[in-house]
């Protein structure tokens, strides 16, 4: 699997966008990108991924350039309960069997 | 819905010790399921994973063991507890179908060994 480097933290104001970096310039063309993120004290949450296009859903945006090389995780409005480590992760697809790779992540803190 | 369990939620066991975590999943079949550890401070490193019954994989040779006796079962293992067995154990299920690696974790085991 490639590896990611994401800044160790971040601070964001409530109410704005969080977006956090992540730079995988070793990516292979059958890898996705995928963000999770873990609370102090629980599980890792699935956030997203996406192979080569934009995705959103409900609970963030993920944009991806156009050579892959790096992505943005954001948060549109950030709240107090997002306060947590998030965690760029690469890795191929099925045939992988699922086996991720959890780097240092970035410690996302969201103030008042 | 899809739920998973994970008990017990905190441990504390002497060294030498055996150990036995339990893992199980609702709401889905033929889930490929995950053990992994977090030593205090550290990332997430992935144990043993399972694609079916029976089926284990060890990533790292280590004092622990794994075992799925029954499809949404899946177990942690050890014979004899060390120091540095103490971390916080998760568990995750993915999907056997697809392509993607969305993995759902359970809640873990906080274990202190003494």
């Known amino acids: 699997d490639a590896k990611t480097t994401q800044p160790p933290s971040m601070d964001c104001a409530e109410g704005r966008a969080a977006n956090l970096p992540c730079n995988h310039s070793?990516?292979?063309?059958?890898?996705?990108v995928y963000w999770y993120r873990q609370i102090h004290s629980q599980g890792p949450q699935y956030i997203i991924h996406g192979l080569k296009n934009n995705e959103t859903n409900e609970m963030a945006s993920l944009i991806i350039t156009e050579d892959r090389k790096s992505s943005t995780l954001i948060l549109p409005h950030a709240t107090l309960r997002d306060t947590a480590v998030y965690y760029c992760i690469v890795a191929a697809g099925g045939t992988s069997y699922g086996k991720l790779t959890f780097g240092q992540g970035t410690i996302l803190t969201v103030h008042p | 819905s899809q739920t998973i369990h994970q008990w017990p939620a905190t441990l504390v066991q002497p060294v030498g010790s055996p150990l036995s975590l339990e893992c199980t999943v609702e709401g889905t079949s033929n889930p490929n399921l995950y053990w992994y550890r977090q030593a205090a401070g550290r990332g997430l490193q992935l144990l043993f994973y399972?694609?079916?019954?029976?089926?284990i994989s060890s990533e790292v040779p280590q004092n622990l063991s794994a075992s799925r006796p029954q499809d949404r079962q899946f177990i942690l293992s050890s014979k004899k507890l060390l120091l540095s067995d103490s971390g916080f154990y998760l568990c995750?299920?993915?999907?056997?179908?697809?392509?993607?690696?969305?993995?759902?974790f359970g809640p873990g085991t906080r274990l202190t060994v003494t």
């Open positions: 070793t990516i292979s063309g059958n890898e996705y």
């Open positions: 399972s694609v079916g019954i029976g089926q």
């Open positions: 995750a299920w993915r999907g056997a179908e697809g392509l993607a690696d969305e993995q759902y």
